[in-house]
Every structure is written in C-alpha cells, then in structure tokens.
C-alpha cells in the first residue's frame, strides 16, 4: 500500500495514537488510527531531520541532536495534530521512544509524551524503537507475525523471529558496527556526504565492484551474526594506499564496498532463513521483513528478493520513508501494545540499551552491540 494511500481519511472511532519518535537525529511526530479488525492508517506523518546540524561532523552529535528535539518537538506535534485534523481531546493514547537510543534524545520525547498523558488522562505507551521498525509491515502491509525480520539501520544490525508482538528471537547481531554505521562511516573517509548510504549506494552504480577484493565478514559461519568494523578498515587502507582518489577510484570503492555487504547479508540471512524453518517447522508461514534505513538500498534489496524467491520466503519491504526512522511506526507499535492492553506509568525509564530478545546470549566479538 502507498504512504498517499495511507495518509487518508482517520475515522475518530477507531484508536487514535500519538507517536512521538525522538531516539536519534529525526524529530518525528504521528497520528495513527487502528481498527478494530487490527488494520491501520496513517493520518498524519511528520518528519524532521537534523542532518544539516550534524554534517560537519560526519555523524550524530548526541548533544546537538537532544537540542535540535527539544527546539523543534513541541512545532512537529502541533503540525501531525494539524495534518491528521485532530485535537489533544480526540487521542486514545500516546506513545513515545523509550529506547534505545541515544538517552538525551529519548527523553526529550518521552518526557512530552508524559506531560501530554498526564495533562490530557490518556495512557502512556513506552516504545522500542526496534520493536516498532519490527512491527512496520502491520501497518503497510497488514502483515502478521510470524516472519523473519532482518532490521538494519544506522544503530542495529539484527536477525529476529518475530513470534508475535511483545515476542522475539533474535538469532544474530553485529560484534561491531551496525551496517548504516559502517555505510556512514565509508562515506566519511571517502569525502562523501553525510547520511553516507544514499552517498554510497549513488557512487556505487557508476564503478565497478570487481575492482577491489575486500573481505566478506562472517561469510560461512553457523550463527547469523554480522561484523563490518574489519571490512571498512580495508576500506580505508585501500583509499589510502591508492591516494590521491580519482572520482573513479571513488566509485570502485563504493561499489566494492557495497558487494562484499551484499554477499554477507545475504549468506547471513541464508543461515537465518534455515534456522527459521527449524524453530517453527516447516508449516509456518514464510516471510523475509526488510526494514530499517539500509533497507532502502536498492542492491541489497534486490539481491534479497531473489534469495528470498530461491528459499521459497515471501518478502516484505515498507516503502522507504517508513523504513527510515518516523514516528508512525512508534504510533503504530503504541497502537499494538494498547490494543492489549499494554500501558505505562509516568515513572517509566529511558533506556540507552533496550535488547529485543533479553534471552538472547551474548555474540561473541569485540565491542559487542546487542
Ligand atoms: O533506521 P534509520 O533511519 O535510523 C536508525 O535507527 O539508525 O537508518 C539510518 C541509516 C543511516 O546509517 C543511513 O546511512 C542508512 O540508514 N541508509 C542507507 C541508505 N539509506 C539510508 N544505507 C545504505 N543505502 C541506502 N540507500
Ligand atoms: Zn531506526
């Protein structure tokens, strides 16, 4: 379904959510409605980036990302009311980010989601932030559990069974940097512009991937985990043994760069793919769901579709504004929770590190990012 599609018409008498979405550099707001019969619809999506604050920098400023939220939350709000054509009055519930995330950020936006629970007695719905990547294809696709999620974003790098909502597997994560992470840092070294997937992802249609041999991480091992910390390393001497870089070096680099992620991610998600069938038996329903904001990435997202096809798994992709970070989704997986009756009190914490799959051992690496 399109996101125009979406943005339709919200009856009041369904379940209006507020979301609020605050976790790193995008300062979102939305309003979802939920029906009864468990569709939903996107009355309003208001999103607003802070790259131009951090692109001196390469990367997020924590600090300067919890100002920019606090300067711009309360106006974001306002205009997702607005555009959705709703007032505090009419809201079911609110829900906020309540981790993980960078801590400043996340609190900025619980804090507001508190004092407008509390202002307007409407429940409070703490969010993760990887749930509600996780639970996206609910709302686009009306897609239910249980599927095989491969989250990848500039935070996470994780394969997840997702059982049903409030219920995951997590069968593999990354010993170091999250793939967006390892995109964004490529296209620092190379000069390129800050996010650096697209950046990436444009240099790489014009080189050429067989150009140079960099390592395929992880490639042939049991457990579906991930490491790119190595591959952008030899990322970074390559450019620098090559010095100075033609613009075609530039698009070699990228290119390569972007095929050795290809062939990890898609020999990982072959593993996880079998581990899948093996946990919940061969009549459980096979679907491979791609979000996260690498998941815009059109090479990684064809090579996918046609493993995917080979493995007899359908696939599962939410357009890409809803793949990036956004406050729908948070409204949508506040909206799953209530439904359940699910709340929070006003003393919920944030977290910095909130893990999916608590249960889930440790992977084995240096710096490991559960
Ligand atoms: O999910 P997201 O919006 O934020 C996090 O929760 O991290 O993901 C942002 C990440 C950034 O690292 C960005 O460089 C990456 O997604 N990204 C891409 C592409 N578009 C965004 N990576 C590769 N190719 C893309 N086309
Ligand atoms: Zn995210």
Redesign the pocket.
């Given at each position: 379904m399109s996101i125009s599609a979406e943005l339709g018409h919200c009856m009041s008498n369904n379940t209006l959510i507020l979301g609020i979405e605050t976790?790193?550099d995008e300062t979102a707001a939305a309003v979802v409605s939920r029906h009864a019969d468990g569709t939903g619809r996107i009355c309003s999506n208001v999103v607003r980036a802070q790259w131009e604050a951090h692109k001196a920098y390469g990367g997020v400023v924590p600090e300067i990302a919890a100002r920019a939220h606090i300067e711009v939350l309360d106006d974001v709000i306002k205009l997702a009311l607005e555009d959705a054509g709703f007032g505090f009055p009419e809201l079911n519930g609110v829900a906020a980010t309540a981790g993980p995330g960078l801590i400043g950020g996340v609190l900025v936006g619980l804090t507001t989601a508190k004092a407008i629970a509390l202002v307007h007695n409407i429940p409070l719905v703490g969010v993760n932030?990887?749930e509600?990547?996780a639970l996206t294809v609910g709302l686009t696709d009306g897609l239910a559990p249980p599927y095989l999620l491969l989250l990848v974003?500039?935070?996470?790098t994780q394969l997840l069974i997702v059982r049903d909502v409030g219920e995951y597997v997590r069968l593999g994560t990354t010993v170091d940097d999250a793939l967006g992470e390892a995109f964004d840092k490529t296209a620092k070294l190379l000069g390129l512009g800050y996010p650096g997937g697209p950046e990436v992802e444009r240099w790489a249609e014009r080189g050429d991937a067989g150009q140079f041999a960099f390592p395929r991480p992880m490639k042939g091992r049991a457990e579906p985990h991930f490491s790119f910390a190595g591959l952008k390393t030899a990322v970074r001497q390559t450019a620098e043994r090559i010095a100075p870089l033609a613009e075609s070096d530039v698009a070699d680099l990228c290119a390569s760069f972007q095929q050795a992620v290809v062939e990890t991610i898609v020999d990982r998600v072959r593993v996880a793919m079998t581990l899948y069938g093996e946990k919940l038996g061969s009549d459980a329903p096979r679907t491979l769901v791609v979000a996260?904001?690498v998941a815009a990435n059109q090479a990684i997202g064809g090579r996918l579709r046609a493993i995917a096809s080979s493995h007899g798994f359908a696939i599962c992709v939410p357009p890409p504004a809803l793949c990036?970070?956004n406050a729908a989704m948070i409204a949508w997986a506040g909206a799953e929770r209530l439904a359940r009756g699910w709340t929070d009190g006003l003393d919920l914490a944030a977290r910095a590190r909130w893990p999916l799959d608590p249960d889930a051992p440790p992977a084995i690496g240096a710096g490991v990012k559960a």
């Open positions: 976790s790193c932030h990887l509600a990547h974003s500039g935070g996470h996260g904001g990036t970070d």
